[in-house]
């Protein structure tokens, strides 16, 4: 079982970049739609924290934290089992490595909630 982002960069401030996070291997292919899926980011220095979820449910049921709210979306795909950031406006203090994590049962909101990690992309965002 695999979550691989992809998507990161560097970027001028005000510009926009898209992370996908596609999942692989047994569980997923069979259960990837019944998965509440989340982005988190780490900066350098800082705790790992919560940026976007959603539910398995779809566009419907989504949380943002509020440093990002209006500005980032996320959505999923079932059929190709990934999930997306866009991520729009971007700011130098949205600097970070951003990671995909699902969870079964509920969105993730602390890491400690995550069953399942992928591994980082870096965002850097320079002003």
């Known amino acids: 079982v695999q979550l691989q982002a992809s998507g990161g960069g560097l970027v001028q401030a005000g510009g926009s970049l898209r992370l996908s996070c596609a999942a692989s291997g047994r569980t997923f292919n069979s259960t990837f739609a019944h998965y509440d899926m989340g982005w988190f980011r780490q900066a350098l220095g800082k705790e790992r924290e919560i940026v976007a979820a959603i539910s398995w449910k779809g566009s419907d049921y989504t949380y943002y934290s509020d440093s990002v709210k209006g500005r980032f979306t996320i959505f999923r795909d079932h059929a190709k089992n990934m999930v997306s950031l866009l991520m729009n406006s971007l700011r130098p203090e949205d600097t970070a490595g951003y990671y995909c994590?699902?969870?079964?049962?509920?969105?993730?909101?602390?890491?400690?909630?995550?069953?399942?990690w992928g591994q980082g992309t870096q965002v850097t965002v320079s002003s």
């Open positions: 994590a699902a969870r079964s049962g509920a969105i993730p909101i602390w890491p400690y909630e995550v069953d399942i």
